[in-house]
């Protein structure tokens, strides 16, 4: 069974400090993995990673994955309290080619 | 394009009442998910369809649940009867089959059951 692990489940941190969110993932015919932002609403889309090494940046907001020990990860340097949501990992593969998700790490930002 | 877009909002209702959510991928999307979000589990993936044909329904919790997808613009989740243990967000996610695409999500059905 396809298999996505995030930690922390949850983080508090302070505005302007550094956090770094983990992703680990099992899943047969990897194709991709994806982190997703969620706020209020739907899940919103941040990076797609399928070649291991290759650093992907937005702003404050990087991504690395790492093949060979299946595991990513999503830095965010200076946060900002708009920063606060639920960070979403899922792996793209499986037997039937699915998304699984990872059950979030809930981020907190306080001023 | 508007987006993935998912009726109702809200639903509140009976238990054992039937429940019906909708919902209409982005365009050109051959490929649709549904998902059930709770604090306890997270993300869930229920069963998700490929050019409107089920590939995976692994995820559909009981027989009480069952999804169609009559054409490519539209998809329904139903649960019959319907449990409080059902209360959930339920969320449609499109993308494109094939290839390496992220998926788009729909703004979420927030289903309490009482």
């Known amino acids: 069974e396809d298999k996505v692990v995030q930690s922390p489940l949850s983080l508090v941190v302070h505005e302007g400090d550094t956090v770094t969110l983990n992703c680990s993932y099992e899943v047969t015919n990897f194709r991709s993995l994806l982190w997703y932002k969620q706020e209020k609403k739907a899940p919103t889309f941040l990076f797609m990673l399928t070649s291991s090494g290759i650093e992907k940046k937005s702003g404050r907001l990087s991504s690395i994955l790492d093949k060979k020990e299946l595991f990513s990860i999503l830095n965010i340097t200076a946060t900002q309290t708009g920063d606060s949501a639920i960070y979403l990992c899922?792996?793209?593969?499986?037997?039937?080619?699915?998304?699984?998700f990872g059950k979030g790490t809930h981020l907190i930002i306080q001023p | 394009d508007a987006g993935v877009i998912q009726s109702p909002r809200h639903e509140v209702t009976e238990m054992g009442q039937e429940v019906t959510l909708r919902c209409k991928p982005i365009s050109g999307h051959n490929s649709l998910f549904w998902y059930r979000q709770t604090m306890m589990r997270g993300l869930e993936l229920l069963i998700y369809?490929?050019?409107?044909?089920?590939?995976?329904d692994s995820g559909m919790p009981e027989d009480r649940f069952s999804a169609k997808m009559p054409n490519a613009s539209f998809s329904t989740l139903k649960i019959q009867p319907s449990e409080p243990r059902d209360s959930a967000v339920y969320f449609c996610?499109?993308?494109?089959?094939?290839?390496?695409?992220?998926?788009?999500f729909g703004q979420g059905t927030r289903l309490t059951v009482v």
């Open positions: 996610a499109s993308r494109r089959v094939g290839g390496w695409t992220e998926a788009f």
């Open positions: 369809f490929n050019n409107n044909v089920p590939i995976d």
């Open positions: 899922a792996s793209h593969g499986g037997g039937a080619d699915g998304l699984t």
